[in-house]
Each structure stands twice: as C-alpha cells, then as structure tokens.
C-alpha cells in the first residue's frame, strides 16, 4: 500500500493524482487505465504495431500481455507520485489510444504532452481536443504554466496536432532520439497557460 503522506502537504500534486477521469465531449473520455484494461490495450497496440513503430520507440519493448500489465502497473504508480500520467482515450467506452504527460517539472510548473491513437481514427481531430482538455484541465486544477509537445520532424501529423493546439515552434533538436535504429530529429513545440487563456 502507498503511504500518501509524502504527497499531502503538496497541493499540486494532491490535485494532479485526483485527476483520473476527464471528459472530452460526449463520445470521447480520458481515464487512467487499470490492470483490467491491459489485454484490450495489447490488442490495439497489436492491430497497430506497423503503423505506430515509425515513430514510437517503445513499440518494440511491448510484445506481451504481460508487458502492457507491467507497463501500466509502472504508469499507475508514476501517476500517484505526480511523476508523469497516462490516460486512455476512450470512445464510447472503448479504448482507442493513449494520451501521456511523459514528464512533470513541478519546480516550474511545466509538463511534456505525449500521445498515440489507432490508425483508424487518426484524422478526425481527436488528439488534438483530447490535449484541448487536459491542458484545460490541469491549468484549471493544477496550476501548471508550460505544456510542450516533441515530434519527429517529418511526422507532419504529430506536428499539426501542436500546430492545431496554437502552440509555437521554439526549435529543432538534433538527434533528439533513436527511433529504428536512426537518430531523428524533434520539433519542439510549447504554449504557456496565459498564451493558452487567449487563444
């Protein structure tokens, strides 16, 4: 049993583990998924293993039931520590990708946005109005400041997702990660909370 004690006098972080269910319009949900949740989690990443490998690293680190169990187990923990967070995006209650705070800088309020969706529900607006109201949802609730999104450079729909989010392009990171065995680069993106207010 986690002893929350070290998490109390935190506000931030008391209000950012209370966050686990988030509502994006009347289809679409945000939930932090459970153990439960891994077997259908597994055969989505299945079904869309060719189409997600090309720009995702962690891809090839999951080829077993259990290894979506012992991913979402870390996840769940990570989230009550306030480290990062991982929601499922649910559509009529089934899961259809996963939305991701790969990191948390408390010290200056500021978090990396992470995302994936099915193939066959790529294009239809859904990660961007997912972001949309989680970064509505944590200035509201958590007071974070900065959210920045990395995408590969030529992964023009990740890309357009930050775009569509109004956030600014704020550089290039050579070599940023190793993806296939090749390093690509990233386009950083970021929009602060008063930037966010007024667009």
């Known amino acids: 049993m986690e002893d929350s ?18 509502t994006v319009d009347e289809y679409i949900s945000l ?16 079904k869309n293993r060719d189409y997600l490998r090309e720009w995702l ?8 039931l259990q290894d979506e169990i012992n991913f979402i187990s870390t996840s769940r923990k990570n989230h009550i520590r306030g480290d990062s967070g991982l929601w499922l995006i649910v559509e009529n209650n089934y899961p259809i990708g996963t939305l991701s705070l790969n990191w948390i800088d ?11 969706i099915s193939q066959e529900k ?3 607006g859904i990660i961007a109005n997912s972001c949309r109201s989680l970064i509505n949802h944590l200035i509201e609730n958590n007071k974070l400041h900065r959210f920045v999104i990395e995408a ?3 992964n023009l729909p990740s890309r357009k997702v930050a775009e569509n989010l109004g956030m600014r392009l704020e550089g290039i990171n050579k070599d940023r ?15 602060t909370a008063p930037e966010w207010n007024e667009h």
Do not use: R
């Open 5 to 22: 004690h070290n998490y109390s006098n935190d506000e931030k972080k008391l209000g950012y583990v209370l966050s686990s269910e988030i």
């Open 31 to 46: 939930k932090i998924p459970s153990i439960e949740d891994a077997k259908i989690l597994f055969q989505l990443v299945e």
């Open 57 to 64: 690293p962690w891809v090839d680190s999951i080829t077993s």
């Open 106 to 116: 408390w010290n200056n309020n500021s978090c990396g946005i992470g995302y994936w």
């Open 122 to 124: 790529s294009g239809n």
């Open 152 to 154: 590969g450079i030529n």
């Open 177 to 191: 990660e190793i993806i296939n065995e090749k390093y690509i680069d990233h386009a950083m993106y970021a929009i």
